[in-house]
């Protein structure tokens, strides 16, 4: 599992793994010259990231290039030859013999075709000529070409279903940058047809499009003549209209008229106000006789006349009033004290007589103001009769006399009012009328003008030459076009050796074969061990005593990679066919030779060929051992080799397969390891088959062998992939207190298991069986369930700390089927979001029982980050 303190944004259960340090050996791989090897240490780059991973990541590696051609330069070198061979050949006999036949046009520029011009539109002109150019190859061109006597006949169109679409396809128009010509070409096997069609469609595009757009611009300078004709007799009308117009104004000014306009104006707006005036006196008039016969019927008395705030105004200035009130006031303060004084208020006999005293004030000043009402109101009635000066002093006889007269005048001023209002409104209208007329005028006079120029124009345009011309026909060729012949065959014998040679390199470039021992560790993140020479049945061996020591030099290096020397040594390779049997023996032969009592064990199940290394007969065995049908001194046998033992092959079937994975296969082990100084197992691939991950956890190093010019890197970085992350290398090789670094891990992860990931919230321990706990060869665990504060939904987290070999074989993909499950969907790798930052690498799958279906994530820590072993298929 990953770092405790990481916060996920989902679930994941799985088993950790405490990474080997830095620079430790742990395991083995080699690459160098035939044969090489190379310790499985913590890689130089991430799992999954290497740069053998992709074959082309970084572009082209021209060395690696360069190795690729030394591997397969003969096939590659004869494919090429016999490619070109063929192509050069086959396109010199099937290109038939052409001969080309053009017709050469030219495309003036528009300038010499105006007068005083130097400018040249190069956009217009490169328009016009690439229209010409379509317009040349155009369906209605060529249909009027084949209409010519004599073309349809031809023996190149008369096989042609569709003639015209052949011509479209066959005719070719070329037109020279920076020139004015335009080719009109045709290649074809008898020379006089295609001379013949390429005039025939010249003539046509010369009739029926250039002698045409001749006959369009004629047409378009009568058109303009006959346009100009007419406006300039509408322009006379018009003139003629407009003169008349400003003669029965008196002017052609439009100012001159505004000005006059503007007087009326004026004049209209002093007899409106005159007319506002007379209309206000009559109304003046009409209310004071309305009140004085109000007045005569009784209908407004006196008193009713004179307005009540008035006479309120009035009685606030009489003396007595105002005495009045002003001891009511003091009154009422009194008996605002002495209620405040007295305990008991409202009911103490001095505020009962202040009381009697207030009401008798109040009821004085009521009497005061009703003695003064008819005084007031008799007072203000003979003011308003002095001051009287204006029609309500005169008699209601004058006023009548006078409102009749007020009529008369008001009515002759509406009259004199309506007849200057209309003239001005005739006025502005003549006016605005005129203004109009002068605009239409001057709009149609400038229309006329330009008609006038671009006619004078089109005349001239009309006497210069036609802007396409023909400058020669099509004449028959003499000369076929055997130089272009010899020129395609060469390209196309070119074309062929370099797809033959290309193909035959590029497919052995991408299958990224180990060339160089750097290579491993530059590309997959080893070091290199050493180097043996290639022993093959088929071609020359080797010296002995040169096989001998480098296998001995490799030998050294791995008796001294680690604190102690390891007594079990797992040899395997990516895939068959890589040395490893070949390596495994003479590594045997090497330790056997040291001094040491040494057992070659053939760990490859399926396929035994560690016998044929050692000369011996294949017999019972390795499976055997596995099933229990002998015992381990029942299947050592000797070997030519002093000090050298070997238990072979033997019979394998699906029992032994399973007995991998059981407890009997590591007694075995044991029981080696105890009689033998050392131990060399020949696995089987690490990619074709679980066999070498299951015996590298009873391994106390792993080599991995690779062979130049076999090996592809690909699979031998994903064979590095899956024993660096599924655990196949162990304490032994660290260098490290492994027991004590576990139980420090396990307190840590116990105590600091975060119990909050985001939505995530801690919500009751599960209970782990203490049978599943061994197995996985648990120090500390975490078993927990969380809920999803958001989605209410439920996760279960189980985290072991335990040793790499023992976690990586507790995984669910072991543990479910076990427990009764059958697998829904099967594992693969996903990638999940980590909320602080970052993604986590875990498997994923699905497991059923019955009704009930479980999604398990599982992960391992691998340098602090979750990581999921890459599946690379052999």
Same mark, same amino acid.
Request: aromatic fraction near 4%; charge should be neutral.
């Given at each position: 599992?990953?770092?405790?303190?990481?916060?996920?944004?989902?679930?994941?259960?799985?088993?950790?793994?405490?990474?080997?340090?830095?620079?430790?050996?742990?395991?083995?791989?080699?690459?160098?010259?035939?044969?090489?090897?190379?310790?499985?240490?913590?890689?130089?780059?991430?799992?999954?990231?290497?740069?053998?991973?992709?074959?082309?990541?970084?572009?082209?590696?021209?060395?690696?290039?360069?190795?690729?051609?030394?591997?397969?330069?003969?096939?590659?070198?004869?494919?090429?030859?016999?490619?070109?061979?063929?192509?050069?050949?086959?396109?010199?006999?099937?290109?038939?013999?052409?001969?080309?036949?053009?017709?050469?046009?030219?495309?003036?520029?528009?300038?010499?075709?105006?007068?005083?011009?130097?400018?040249?539109?190069?956009?217009?002109?490169?328009?016009?000529?690439?229209?010409?150019?379509?317009?040349?190859?155009?369906?209605?061109?060529?249909?009027?070409?084949?209409?010519?006597?004599?073309?349809?006949?031809?023996?190149?169109?008369?096989?042609?279903?569709?003639?015209?679409?052949?011509? !479209?396809?066959?005719?070719? /128009?070329? $037109?020279?940058?920076?020139?004015?010509?335009?080719? %009109?070409? @045709? +290649?074809?096997?008898? &020379?006089?047809?295609?001379?013949?069609?390429?005039?025939?469609?010249?003539?046509?595009?010369?009739?029926?499009?250039?002698?045409?757009?001749?006959?369009?611009?004629?047409?378009?300078?009568?058109?303009?003549?006959?346009?100009?004709?007419?406006?300039?007799?509408?322009?006379?009308?018009?003139?003629?209209?407009?003169?008349?117009?400003?003669?029965?104004?008196?002017?052609?000014?439009?100012?001159?008229?505004?000005?006059?306009?503007?007087?009326?104006?004026?004049?209209?707006?002093?007899?409106?106000?005159?007319?506002?005036?007379?209309?206000?006196?009559?109304?003046?008039?009409?209310?004071?006789?309305?009140?004085?016969?109000?007045?005569?019927?009784?209908?407004?008395?006196?008193?009713?006349? !004179?307005?009540?705030?008035? /006479?309120? $105004?009035?009685?606030?200035?009489?003396?007595?009033? %105002?005495? @009045? +009130?002003?001891?009511? &006031?003091?009154?009422?303060?009194?008996?605002?004290?002495?209620?405040?004084?007295?305990?008991?208020?409202?009911?103490?006999?001095?505020?009962?007589?202040?009381?009697?005293?207030?009401?008798?004030?109040?009821?004085?000043?009521?009497?005061?103001?009703?003695?003064?009402?008819?005084?007031?109101?008799?007072?203000?009635?003979?003011?308003?009769?002095?001051?009287?000066?204006?029609?309500?002093?005169?008699?209601?006889?004058?006023?009548?006399?006078?409102?009749?007269?007020?009529?008369?005048?008001?009515?002759?001023?509406?009259?004199?009012?309506?007849?200057?209002?209309?003239?001005?409104?005739?006025?502005?209208?003549?006016?605005?009328?005129?203004?109009?007329?002068?605009?239409?005028?001057?709009?149609?006079?400038?229309?006329?003008?330009?008609?006038?120029?671009?006619?004078?124009?089109?005349?001239?345009?009309?006497?210069?030459?036609?802007?396409?011309?023909?400058?020669?026909?099509?004449?028959?060729?003499?000369?076929?076009?055997?130089?272009?012949?010899?020129?395609?065959?060469?390209?196309?014998?070119?074309?062929?050796?370099?797809?033959?040679?290309?193909?035959?390199?590029?497919?052995?470039?991408?299958?990224?074969?180990?060339?160089?021992?750097?290579?491993?560790?530059?590309?997959?993140?080893?070091?290199?061990?050493?180097?043996?020479?290639?022993?093959?049945?088929?071609?020359?061996?080797?010296?002995?005593?040169?096989?001998?020591?480098?296998?001995?030099?490799?030998?050294?290096?791995?008796?001294?990679?680690?604190?102690?020397?390891?007594?079990?040594?797992?040899?395997?390779?990516?895939?068959?066919?890589?040395?490893?049997?070949?390596?495994?023996?003479?590594?045997?032969?090497?330790?056997?030779?040291?001094?040491?009592?040494?057992?070659?064990?053939?760990?490859?199940?399926?396929?035994?060929?560690?016998?044929?290394?050692?000369?011996?007969?294949?017999?019972?065995?390795?499976?055997?051992?596995?099933?229990?049908?002998?015992?381990?001194?029942?299947?050592?046998?000797?070997?030519?080799?002093?000090?050298?033992?070997?238990?072979?092959?033997?019979?394998?079937?699906?029992?032994?397969?399973?007995?991998?994975?059981?407890?009997?296969?590591?007694?075995?082990?044991?029981?080696?390891?105890?009689?033998?100084?050392?131990?060399?197992?020949?696995?089987?691939?690490?990619?074709?088959?679980?066999?070498?991950?299951?015996?590298?956890?009873?391994?106390?190093?792993?080599?991995?062998?690779?062979?130049?010019?076999?090996?592809?890197?690909?699979?031998?970085?994903?064979?590095?992939?899956?024993?660096?992350?599924?655990?196949?290398?162990?304490?032994?090789?660290?260098?490290?207190?492994?027991?004590?670094?576990?139980?420090?891990?396990?307190?840590?992860?116990?105590?600091?298991?975060?119990?909050?990931?985001?939505?995530?919230?801690?919500?009751?321990?599960?209970?782990?069986?203490?049978?599943?706990?061994?197995?996985?060869?648990?120090?500390?665990?975490?078993?927990?369930?969380?809920?999803?504060?958001?989605?209410?939904?439920?996760?279960?987290?189980?985290?072991?700390?335990?040793?790499?070999?023992?976690?990586?074989?507790?995984?669910?993909?072991?543990?479910?089927?076990?427990?009764?499950?059958?697998?829904?969907?099967?594992?693969?790798?996903?990638?999940?979001?980590?909320?602080?930052?970052?993604?986590?690498?875990?498997?994923?799958?699905?497991?059923?029982?019955?009704?009930?279906?479980?999604?398990?994530?599982?992960?391992?820590?691998?340098?602090?980050?979750?990581?999921?072993?890459?599946?690379?298929?052999?």
């Amino acid at each position: 599992m990953s770092d405790p303190n990481t916060q996920p944004d989902g679930s994941a259960s799985t088993a950790t793994m405490p990474p080997a340090q830095a620079g430790q050996p742990g395991g083995m791989l080699a690459p160098l010259r035939d044969t090489a090897l190379a310790p499985v240490q913590q890689p130089q780059v991430s799992p999954g990231g290497r740069d053998a991973a992709d074959p082309l990541a970084g572009g082209i590696d021209y060395r690696r290039l360069w190795h690729s051609f030394r591997r397969c330069w003969l096939p590659a070198s004869a494919l090429a030859l016999l490619l070109a061979t063929l192509g050069g050949i086959a396109t010199w006999f099937l290109m038939p013999r052409n001969y080309e036949a053009v017709a050469w046009l030219r495309v003036r520029d528009n300038r010499q075709g105006m007068v005083n011009s130097t400018y040249r539109d190069s956009e217009e002109y490169e328009a016009y000529r690439k229209t010409q150019v379509q317009l040349i190859k155009s369906p209605f061109v060529l249909t009027a070409a084949l209409r010519q006597p004599g073309v349809t006949s031809l023996a190149s169109l008369a096989e042609q279903q569709d003639q015209v679409g052949w011509l !479209v396809r066959s005719i070719q /128009v070329s $037109a020279p940058m920076e020139s004015e010509v335009v080719q %009109v070409r @045709l +290649r074809g096997e008898n &020379a006089k047809e295609v001379t013949q069609i390429v005039n025939a469609v010249t003539q046509a595009y010369l009739t029926d499009v250039v002698n045409k757009e001749k006959a369009e611009r004629l047409q378009r300078r009568d058109m303009l003549e006959r346009k100009y004709k007419e406006n300039m007799a509408e322009v006379r009308s018009r003139l003629d209209t407009y003169h008349n117009l400003a003669k029965s104004l008196g002017t052609s000014d439009s100012a001159e008229v505004a000005t006059q306009r503007s007087l009326l104006l004026d004049h209209v707006s002093t007899l409106r106000a005159q007319l506002n005036h007379m209309q206000r006196d009559l109304t003046v008039l009409d209310s004071e006789l309305a009140v004085m016969d109000a007045k005569e019927r009784g209908e407004i008395t006196l008193e009713q006349s !004179v307005p009540e705030e008035i /006479v309120d $105004a009035m009685v606030r200035r009489d003396p007595q009033f %105002v005495e @009045l +009130r002003d001891h009511l &006031a003091s009154i009422e303060e009194a008996i605002t004290f002495q209620h405040e004084r007295s305990a008991r208020g409202g009911n103490e006999p001095a505020v009962k007589r202040l009381q009697t005293m207030r009401e008798g004030l109040r009821q004085r000043l009521e009497e005061r103001v009703e003695e003064l009402r008819p005084q007031i109101v008799a007072q203000v009635t003979a003011d308003a009769a002095t001051r009287r000066a204006g029609p309500a002093a005169e008699s209601p006889m004058v006023l009548r006399k006078r409102r009749e007269i007020l009529i008369r005048q008001i009515e002759q001023a509406m009259k004199d009012y309506d007849k200057v209002a209309a003239e001005a409104k005739t006025l502005g209208q003549a006016n605005a009328d005129l203004s109009a007329r002068k605009q239409e005028i001057d709009q149609l006079m400038r229309v006329t003008d330009q008609m006038g120029v671009q006619l004078n124009a089109t005349e001239i345009d009309i006497s210069m030459p036609n802007r396409v011309e023909l400058i020669e026909e099509a004449s028959v060729p003499e000369g076929s076009d055997k130089l272009l012949r010899l020129a395609v065959s060469v390209m196309a014998a070119a074309a062929g050796l370099v797809l033959g040679g290309g193909s035959v390199v590029a497919l052995e470039y991408m299958r990224d074969r180990m060339s160089m021992p750097d290579e491993a560790t530059q590309r997959v993140g080893l070091r290199v061990l050493g180097t043996v020479p290639r022993i093959s049945r088929s071609r020359h061996r080797p010296n002995d005593g040169h096989v001998s020591e480098c296998v001995d030099g490799v030998r050294a290096v791995v008796m001294q990679a680690g604190r102690e020397a390891p007594k079990v040594i797992l040899v395997t390779s990516a895939v068959e066919h890589e040395g490893k049997t070949t390596l495994a023996a003479q590594l045997a032969a090497s330790l056997a030779r040291s001094g040491r009592r040494t057992l070659l064990l053939d760990g490859d199940l399926r396929h035994p060929n560690a016998h044929l290394a050692l000369g011996l007969d294949l017999r019972s065995g390795f499976p055997e051992l596995l099933r229990g049908d002998i015992v381990n001194d029942e299947a050592v046998q000797p070997t030519s080799v002093d000090g050298l033992f070997a238990v072979t092959g033997g019979s394998c079937d699906y029992a032994a397969i399973t007995a991998l994975s059981r407890p009997e296969m590591a007694k075995v082990i044991k029981g080696f390891r105890e009689s033998f100084d050392h131990v060399v197992i020949d696995a089987g691939p690490v990619l074709n088959f679980a066999d070498s991950l299951l015996l590298g956890q009873q391994s106390d190093v792993v080599i991995l062998a690779t062979m130049r010019d076999v090996s592809r890197l690909p699979l031998v970085s994903g064979a590095v992939d899956r024993t660096f992350v599924q655990g196949m290398w162990t304490e032994r090789w660290t260098g490290r207190r492994v027991g004590e670094e576990l139980n420090r891990a396990a307190k840590l992860l116990e105590s600091r298991f975060p119990k909050t990931f985001g939505d995530w919230e801690y919500e009751r321990e599960l209970e782990s069986s203490a049978a599943e706990l061994q197995r996985a060869g648990a120090v500390g665990h975490v078993s927990r369930l969380y809920r999803n504060k958001r989605t209410k939904a439920r996760i279960s987290a189980f985290v072991v700390c335990a040793r790499p070999h023992d976690a990586s074989g507790h995984t669910p993909d072991r543990c479910y089927p076990g427990a009764g499950f059958t697998i829904g969907e099967p594992e693969h790798r996903e990638t999940i979001p980590l909320q602080g930052g970052g993604a986590a690498e875990t498997f994923t799958g699905t497991f059923v029982k019955s009704d009930h279906a479980l999604r398990v994530f599982w992960t391992y820590g691998v340098l602090g980050n979750p990581a999921a072993a890459e599946q690379v298929d052999a």
